[in-house]
């Protein structure tokens, strides 16, 4: 069954220092998103992301978030200097399509950061 | 913007009992309610949904039921099984924006625990 697969899994850093987590989506799948959890508290959106740009973005996602889609296969997210409130588990996620019900949601095992 | 809470945050079962979670939903545009199940070091994977045209739904030992005017909508998990042990999320979606994605807002999860 394809999955979407993330990297690292676990990733400890230093506030102010620069993150970029890793995405690899279902191949054929053209819609792609990024949410996050923190511990403890739901799962929230933060961007999507389709035809190599931003389709929405929650209020989460300020000037030290960027996604990019810098090859046909890998999807980032860089959060450019960390914050300790920055520390959750983010998921990535794909679908085929953009329809509520339509294109089913395709979350990966996600990865966790720890700022210290 | 939509608010989704969940009941309970923490439920056990004996084995072959049934379990229910209930979430309800603020906003009334809301049309897509999808159920995640989330196993331990693993993304959340869609296991039903249903869309508001629908009042119920049944796939095999789970049932979903929506209630629109109240704005509440259910799981139901029959003879509970040890491998049913996981955390459940609801969600609920607004109708496609035409923004290219659609957002989910998720619920806090419900940590099912199934006894042998």
């Known amino acids: 069954e394809p999955e979407v697969t993330q990297t690292p899994s676990h990733q400890v850093t230093q506030m102010g220092q620069e993150v970029i987590l890793r995405c690899v989506p279902i191949?054929?799948?053209?819609?792609f998103y990024w949410y996050r959890q923190i511990l403890g508290q739901k799962v929230e959106f933060l961007v999507s992301?389709?035809?190599?740009?931003?389709?929405?973005k929650s209020e989460i996602f300020d000037d030290q978030f960027s996604v990019e889609r810098p090859d046909g296969s890998n999807f980032t997210l860089k959060i450019r200097s960390t914050k300790l409130e920055d520390s959750a588990m983010y998921f990535c996620a794909s679908s085929e399509a953009p329809y509520p019900g339509t294109g089913e949601l395709f979350f990966g095992e996600g990865s966790r950061l720890t700022v210290l | 913007g939509e608010n989704v809470e969940q009941h309970p945050s923490t439920l056990s079962v004996q084995e072959g009992d049934s379990a229910v979670i209930k979430c309800t939903y603020s906003?009334?545009?809301?049309?897509?309610f999808p159920w995640y199940k989330q196993e331990l070091g693993k993304g959340p994977q869609l296991i039903i949904d249903i869309r508001s045209n629908v009042g119920e739904k049944k796939d095999q030992r789970i049932a979903v039921t929506l209630n629109k005017t109240a704005k509440h909508f259910s799981l139901h998990i029959t003879e509970t099984q040890p491998e049913d042990s996981a955390v459940y999320f609801c969600?609920?979606?607004?109708?496609?924006?035409?923004?290219?994605?659609?957002?989910?807002?998720f619920g806090k999860g419900t940590k099912l625990s199934v006894i042998p």
């Open positions: 969600a609920a979606s607004a109708p496609y924006s035409g923004a290219g994605s659609y957002q989910l807002t």
């Open positions: 992301f389709y035809n190599n740009e931003i389709s929405e």
């Open positions: 191949s054929n799948h053209l819609y």
């Open positions: 906003d009334s545009a809301s049309n897509y």
